[in-house]
Each structure stands twice: as structure tokens, then as C-alpha cells.
């Protein structure tokens, strides 16, 4: 499976943004999708995951309320819409995948995508 994830930048505190995940070369419904980030000296950590349907999701407890992530089997696609950022949500941000639910171990994803740096700034 290829990840590649997109929609990255820089936005001022309290901003949007709006992260893309494509994924080619398998079966896209047979994944649970997840998002996770990685800051500068620090280790990468779970931020969301959504299940093969769609029906369920999980967030880490400081991007609760603000973030959503969502999928569309149809087009081997998941987001993660990023509201009411802050500066700690500042890191480069790696979508993964895995046929399990629910890995919150960045090292139970087998296939992951380069990542998009988002940058917030106070």
C-alpha cells in the first residue's frame, strides 16, 4: 500500500487546515486508517484513527473537539480536518494504515505515507 498525504502549512493560532491521505495499491476498505505527528525531539505520536467503514473514530485527548477525521472508501481517501489549532499542534504530520482497530503504537502501522509539515504559529 501507497500513502501519500497532502495539505499541509503554516497558520496563525485558531486556524484551519485540512489534511489529505490518498492510498493506492490495495484494498482500501480492508484498513483502518490513522493519523499521527511527530514534533521536532519528540516521538511520534497517535492523533486519530477511523475504522474500515467509517463508523467509528478515536482522537487523541488534545485534539478532541477540534479535530475530525473522515474517509471515503470510493476514492481511497482519508482527511483530517484540523480546527482551532494551536502552537503545540505544530509537527509533521504522517498518515498510516494497518488492518487492525485500534493501534494507538505507531509501531503496529505497517505502511505509512511521507508527511506534511504543519506549522502554527502563536
Known amino acids: 500500500v501507497q500513502l501519500q498525504a497532502s495539505g499541509g502549512g503554516q497558520v496563525q493560532a485558531g486556524g484551519s487546515l485540512r489534511l489529505s491521505c490518498a492510498a493506492s495499491?490495495?484494498?482500501?476498505?480492508?484498513?483502518?486508517m490513522g493519523w499521527f505527528r511527530q514534533a521536532p525531539g519528540k516521538e511520534r505520536e497517535f492523533v486519530a484513527a477511523?475504522?474500515?467503514?467509517?463508523?467509528?473514530?478515536a482522537y487523541q485527548d488534545s485534539v478532541k473537539g477540534r479535530f475530525t477525521i473522515s474517509r471515503d472508501n470510493t476514492m481511497s481517501t482519508v482527511s483530517l480536518r484540523m480546527n482551532s489549532l494551536k502552537p503545540d499542534d505544530t509537527a509533521v504530520y504522517y498518515c498510516?494504515?494497518?488492518?487492525?482497530?485500534?493501534?494507538?503504537?505507531?509501531?503496529?502501522?505497517?505502511?505509512w505515507g511521507r508527511g506534511t509539515q504543519v506549522t502554527v504559529s502563536s
Open positions: 498510516a494504515c494497518d488492518p487492525r482497530w485500534l493501534m494507538r503504537d505507531p509501531g503496529a502501522y505497517d505502511y
Open positions: 495499491g490495495g484494498i482500501f476498505r480492508n484498513y483502518v
Open positions: 477511523i475504522n474500515w467503514s467509517g463508523s467509528n473514530t
